[in-house]
Nanobody, 115 residues
Framework: QVQLVESGGGLVQPGGSLRLSCAAS????????MHWYRQAPGKSRELVAT???????NYADSVKGRFTISRDNAKKTAYLQMNSLKPEDTAVYYC?????????WGQGTQVTVSS
C-alpha cells in the first residue's frame, strides 16, 4: 500500500545540521501536503513543519529561521533541513501525509543533539 520512510537522523552537536528525508512509495501516485512532527520522550507529538503541493510552508515558532521544509514531487520525497540545532530539538521525527482519506506515518528517525 502506502509507505513513508524517514532517513537522515543521527547524533549531532549543538549548532550542527541534519537533513531528514521522507520517501513515499507504494500505491500513492504523488505526495500531497506533507508534515514533519517530532516527539521527545514523555512529551506530546509536536507539529514542526508543513508543506503543500504548491510549496506553501508553515513552521512551529520553535524552529522558524532554523528549519526548512521542502519537497521533490518527482522523487515523492519531502525533506527537513535542520540548522543551528539545539538540545531541545532532540526527538524522534516523523513524516505524515493524508492520502485517500487515510493518515500515513513514517516509522520515525531519531535526532539527538548533544555535545
Amino acid at each position: 500500500q502506502v509507505q513513508l520512510v524517514e532517513s537522515g537522523g543521527g547524533l549531532v552537536q549543538p549548532g550542527g545540521s541534519l537533513r531528514l528525508s521522507c520517501a513515499a512509495s507504494g500505491s500513492i501516485d504523488n505526495i500531497y501536503t506533507m508534515h514533519w512532527y517530532r516527539q521527545a520522550p514523555g512529551k506530546s507529538r509536536e507539529l514542526v513543519a508543513t508543506i503543500t503541493r504548491e510549496h506553501k510552508t508553515n513552521y512551529a515558532d520553535s524552529v522558524k529561521g532554523r528549519f526548512t521544509i521542502s519537497r521533490d514531487n518527482a522523487k515523492k520525497t519531502a525533506y527537513l533541513q535542520m540548522n543551528s540545532l539545539k538540545p531541545e530539538d532532540t526527538a524522534v521525527y516523523y513524516c505524515k501525509t493524508l492520502y485517500d482519506r487515510r493518515h500515513y506515518w513514517g516509522q520515525g528517525t531519531q535526532v539527538t543533539v548533544s555535545s
